[in-house]
């Protein structure tokens, strides 16, 4: 179906704003009388306060207030808490101090007498599992979003059993699932691997940190906050503030990088609104590098082990898979159930068992950044697939062809269909953009202390959720005004989707604005920005909303010129009727009938079905113009896909450890294109941070101590400008989704993992089938490996160097 | 724990040398001597370490630029990396200094870091940089050098109490240019080899070099003992940007009919200073540039060496750099 907006570049709204300098992040609001704070951080990984004396802070000039823990609402479970007397990593807040400026609120920090009782803390999930083990929290060792804190020990003999620098598979999992008959299919398996490996977590270092200023007028809370989401943020920030989210005014218009850590609510943005209200001013929190190191969160670490059986062919059989999560002291994010789905679509195995647990460690909160989980397992699996390719004699690609879902194809532990796949194709087109047959032949070819390595790698993320509802509004001046509460985390897709309302309006884009970014705006009850979602989730909003808005139109030009709607049909910007073209109206008129007919037309009656803040929202508008308002009621039956294909050639220097990435090609299933450029530009700078977890980033902590090593950016070593490769490219399979109005379904984060998977294949295949069973693989492995030296960490180390 | 916000103090900006002499000797160790700032902006914003006083020797004109003396180059201490990078002068008879210089860190920290900035920073040791109370901080322990310690990026060598490296990228090729360092302070000027500037722990351990705080590194010599012979430079890093070594090398050798009639190699993050391969040297004088000579040179090169235990990646990958050297320049 040729469309009029879909599938054509545009330049999103904001971009100006971002380019020019004029865009304003939460840090670059001032208002009258505003303060700033500091916090003071915890020193120690664990450890109980046992007195506070702030008398000296408060007597400085300037010092207008102090919050400690006993100000906020006290922590439940495991869950993130904004000030702390039980820190649980170093850097938890533990007070903060506001000042008249931000010198004299960290001079004041300075002059807090704090004393701690140390606690026993750990980094490595293993030592806590272990019998007698010390534990990141007094309630527990283990913990996720949904799993309530609880304490798990494995036995000694659990550890005892197993061969050294192998994870035990026979202690206690919290998480369980299987289907099809495991042991008969590794029976009848030709090549069967066994390995334990480790992913390191790292930390998301969003550039723009986690800064927000608060105020309180006439009742109302307003928060200036950096988010990826905004409807859906509202609730639960709200009640971090202990308000209703109808007193809530929130402002984002501008996300300066969040990649999953500021998708749903958190802990830190409720401070200043604590602040002020007990100071009386307004509070801007302005969150340092080093801050957001330690509350911006990381990716969950993974100590794993899988068993994997191929038959003769390449099929995968059987997968037998244990996962234990570095889950920091929090609730965390549920990398850890994730992971075995995406081995499970994937892979398609004939049977798979999958058993895994979060374990607490005193580091950093870990949150869903990119691909949680996904990530991360296809960097341990892809290598497998080129073991079994070079023994059983099949072309790399091809075996994951062999493997790759369809339509038809079942995943995970309850066998959840999906809505549709086309992962053989996405490995077709990357293959051709990429020039596999060619280039795959110069794998391992030899120049002096340099080799060509090539690689071939995937991933996936479920891409979208159902149920949220839409909002549009054509004004009596023509303008059709698309109101989005989704959020704008920065990839310009709140924009690709909101022209799927344009498209179905039949509208000029020089004609349409998007509403938000402030929840004065009118926003509709839209999902988090979050989990590849937007493209599917927000396509469905929009199209209902749009249908709704068309359907009015219609009853309006029957109104107004006699016959019935359906007599009539949309034109440019005009309703007009099928056999007599005189009858007709601009959308501009129809919008001031719409006003005159009141009742559904103009919002004053909304649908019933809808949430109550887009009800709130549209009595707001109500009144204004046409009113295009609906809840997603289109039937979905499965989970959406994207599924991602990632080639990259390196040159990898066997002397100095270090590698060129000489070419890199992606290609996505992400059913059909709505935005070419932004399309490229996330399946690019994906490969970018695939880059960096594959090669690069790291957290590093001293156990002896519990501190970090790598808490700056340039420590953290995010992938610079000339370790990625200047040019790369791209292909898309575009088939639309069938449960997805105009075809659309999410892509953003299995296309990081597809470049990381790729990229450990390619180093492995330059070392001649060397496998690290870690990531990240750093030139100081490749060093060690290929001198034939030992690595410096152990197998299943975390945190380390 | 990282402050990330930067304390008072009194800022001064002299415009003449004698101006900041007079300064740097009524602060004495209260006074903080700022350049380019690319090290001293972190420890101060960091609150790891204060100063009462910051004397911005920015202004100084006679401090800067790159003059051509009778025997040899000087440079003026507040030159910029990227001027060194870029200057004819050095790129025609210095292409290992310049070469050097184009691997600091990344293009907006060369266009203000300084060379006297670059051979007198501080260590870059994690511990010591976060502000803990480490022996080289004025404390009783080194945190690097335990049996736990996350050490990957500290010395095969000379570890005395303290296991940091020399973090210099242009330090190294300095060393072997055999150039000499201009130091003045109140009592006048004297002249240091560069080889003798910079002093492990077992010397001073909460110093790099020999600056004490009355001191003003003015100007860097260059001999033209060395002018237009063949020289190496490499740095291996985690990234093409940025970062600093993992280990660096640099050589200046003269070669004739395919003999290495002398050499200096010099590798950096490996010591707490500049470590001069005087074992490689008198391994390849007088002999053959050749694949064998250069993997005989590589082998020697990490004689003595006592890894920690992460880093001993660094005995192969300063191997394979002096190889890479004799074989390649």
Redesign the interface.
């Known amino acids: 179906m040729a469309h009029k907006l879909l599938g054509k570049d545009f330049t999103p709204p904001d971009i100006r704003g971002k380019v020019t300098g004029k865009a304003k992040y939460a840090e670059d609001f001032r208002v009258d009388g505003m303060v700033f704070a500091?916090m003071l951080?915890s020193?120690m990984p664990h450890a109980r306060v046992t007195s506070i004396d702030t008398s000296e802070a408060e007597a400085m000039p300037g010092v207008l207030g102090v919050l400690t823990a006993d100000d906020v609402p006290p922590g439940q479970g495991a869950n993130e808490v904004i000030l702390t007397n039980t820190p649980h990593f170093?850097?938890e807040p533990i007070l903060a101090i506001a000042a008249i400026d931000?010198?004299t609120a960290?001079?004041a920090?300075?002059k807090v007498k704090v004393e701690y009782e140390p606690l026993p803390y750990v980094i490595d999930p293993l030592e806590s599992l272990y019998p007698g083990g010390p534990d990141a929290r007094e309630g527990g060792n283990v913990a996720n979003l949904q799993i309530p804190l609880q304490t798990v020990k494995w036995t000694a003999r659990d550890f005892a059993e197993v061969e050294e620098n192998q994870l035990p598979m026979s202690g206690q999992p919290v998480v369980e699932w299987s289907y099809g008959d495991l042991e008969a299919e590794f029976e009848k398996s030709a090549v069967v691997y066994d390995e334990t490996f480790v992913t390191a977590s790292n930390s998301h270092h969003s550039m723009e940190p986690r800064t927000a200023m608060s105020y309180w007028e006439n009742g109302k809370c307003f928060v200036y906050g950096s988010s990826q989401s905004q409807s859906f943020f509202m609730p639960g920030l709200a009640g971090l503030i202990g308000i209703d989210s109808k007193d809530l005014v929130y402002i984002a218009e501008f996300c300066g990088g969040g990649f999953g850590s500021k998708g749903a609510p958190y802990a830190l943005m409720a401070l200043p609104a604590y602040m002020s209200k007990k100071i009386g001013r307004p509070v801007m929190l302005r969150v340092?590098?080093?801050?957001e190191y330690y509350l911006g969160s990381n990716r969950a670490g993974f100590q794993g082990r899988a068993r994997i059986g191929f038959a003769k062919n390449g099929k995968v059989n059987a997968v037998d898979l244990y996962l234990v999560q570095s889950n920091g002291p929090n609730s965390g994010f549920w990398d850890f159930t994730d992971a075995p789905g995406a081995v499970s679509i994937c892979y398609q195995p004939n049977a798979m068992r999958y058993r895994g647990l979060p374990v607490l460690t005193n580091t950093p909160p870990g949150g869903p950044q990119r691909g949680p989980g996904e990530n991360q397992i296809a960097c341990a699996f892809e290598p497998f697939l080129d073991r079994a390719a070079a023994e059983l004699g099949i072309d790399r690609v091809e075996i994951r062809k062999i493997n790759a879902p369809d339509n038809d194809s079942l995943f995970d532990g309850h066998q959840n269909p999906v809505t549709s796949a086309y992962q053989r194709e996405c490995l077709t087109i990357g293959a051709e953009k990429f020039g596999w047959n060619e280039k795959s032949k110069r794998s391992r070819e030899r120049k002096g202390?340099k080799v060509i390595g090539v690689g071939v790698g995937q991933a996936y993320h479920s891409a979208g959720f159902a149920g949220f509802d839409g909002l549009v509004r054509i004004t009596p001046d023509g303008i059709l005004h698309i109101h989005s509460g989704v959020g704008n985390l920065g990839t310009y897709s709140y924009a690709a989707t909101a022209r799927i309302a344009a498209e179905v309006l039949n509208y000029d884009w020089e004609h349409c604005v998007i509403e938000r970014g402030d929840s004065r705006k009118q926003l509709p009850w839209n999902f988090m920005q979050v989990g590849s979602n937007t493209s599917f989730t927000m396509g469905r909003s929009y199209h209902a909303a749009a249908v709704d808005a068309k359907n009015k139109l219609l009853e309006i030009a029957a109104a107004t010129h006699g016959g019935s709607p359906d007599d009539y049909e949309l034109g440019d910007e005009v309703v007009r009727s099928k056999a007599d073209g005189a009858a007709k109206m601009t959308y501009a008129e129809a919008a001031q009938k719409a006003i005159e007919m009141a009742g559904k037309f103009d919002g004053s009656e909304p649908p019933a079905d809808i949430n109550p803040m887009t009800t709130a929202s549209t009595a707001a508008l109500a009144g204004s113009g046409l009113i295009g308002v609906a809840k997603d009621n289109y039937e979905i039956n499965g989970v959406p896909p994207a599924l991602a294909t990632g080639f990259m050639m390196i040159e990898l220097d066997t002397?100095?450890?270090?590698f060129e990435i000489l070419d890199y090609a992606g290609a996505i299933d992400c059913g059909t294109v709505i935005h070419p450029m932004g399309l490229a530009t996330q399946i690019k700078g994906g490969a970018v941070m695939g880059i960096g977890l594959a090669s690069?980033e790291r957290i590093?902590?001293?156990?002896?101590?519990g501190?970090a090593?790598?808490?700056?950016f340039?420590?953290a070593?995010p992938?610079?400008?000339?370790?990625v490769p200047a040019t790369m490219e791209w292909g898309a399979v575009d088939i639309a989704d069938p449960q997805s109005p105009l075809g659309t379904r999410g892509m953003g984060e299995p296309v990081m993992g597809c470049a990381a998977s790729a990229l450990v294949c390619a180093i492995s295949d330059a070392l001649g089938g060397h496998y690290f069973n870690r990531t990240p693989i750093?030139?100081?492995?490749i060093?060690?490996a290929?001198?034939g030296?030992p690595q410096?960490?152990k197998p299943l180390q975390v945190a380390?160097? | 724990m990282s402050k990330d916000m930067m304390p008072m103090f009194e800022l001064f900006q002299p415009t003449d040398l004698s101006g900041a002499l007079d300064l740097v000797e009524r602060y004495g160790a209260d006074g903080w001597k700022v350049a380019g700032g690319q090290d001293s902006l972190d420890w101060l914003k960091d609150r790891a370490k204060r100063t009462k006083a910051v004397i911005d020797l920015t202004r100084i004109a006679e401090m800067k630029g790159i003059r051509e003396t009778a025997d040899g180059l000087e440079i003026g201490a507040l030159t910029t990396l990227t001027e060194i990078e870029e200057s004819s002068l050095i790129r025609e008879k210095f292409a290992l200094l310049a070469g050097a210089a184009s691997r600091v860190a990344s293009p907006q920290i060369r266009n203000v870091g300084t060379i006297g900035g670059n051979v007198s920073q501080d260590a870059r040791c994690w511990y010591y940089r976060g502000g803990m109370d480490c022996y080289r901080a004025g404390g009783s322990t080194c945190y690097a050098d335990t049996p736990q310690g996350m050490n990957r990026e500290h010395c095969l060598f000379g570890a005395d109490r303290c296991v940091a490296v020399s973090p210099s990228d242009t330090a190294p090729a300095l060393v072997a240019l055999d150039a000499s360092m201009v130091i003045q302070n109140a009592d006048g000027e004297r002249v240091v080899a560069a080889e003798d500037f910079f002093i492990g722990p077992q010397v001073d351990i909460e110093r790099m070099t020999v600056l004490q705080a009355d001191d003003i590194l003015t100007a860097i010599r260059i001999p033209n003992t060395w002018a237009n012979a063949t020289f190496y430079f490499e740095k291996v890093a985690d990234r093409k940007t940025w970062d600093f070594a993992l280990v660096n090398i640099a050589a200046a050798m003269r070669v004739s009919g395919g003999t290495i009639e002398d050499i200096r190699i010099v590798a950096g993050g490996v010591e707490c200073v500049p470590r001069r391969l005087s074992v490689v040297e008198n391994v390849v004088k007088g002999s053959a540039k050749n694949a064998d000579t250069a993997k005989l040179a590589g082998g020697s090169a990490s004689r003595g060496a006592i890894p920690l235990n992460y880093n001993q990646f660094k005995i192969p990958l300063l191997e394979n750099l002096v190889m890479r050297a004799i074989r390649d320049a």
Do not use: C, W
Request: avoid cysteine.
């Open positions: 500091k951080l020193p170093i850097g931000e010198t960290a001079d920090i300075e340092t590098r080093a801050e202390s002397e100095t450890g270090t690069k590093v902590y001293d156990p002896q101590n501190v090593a790598n808490v700056g340039y420590q070593k992938p610079s400008y000339l370790d750093v030139a100081d492995m060093v060690n290929v001198s030296r410096s960490h380390t160097f």
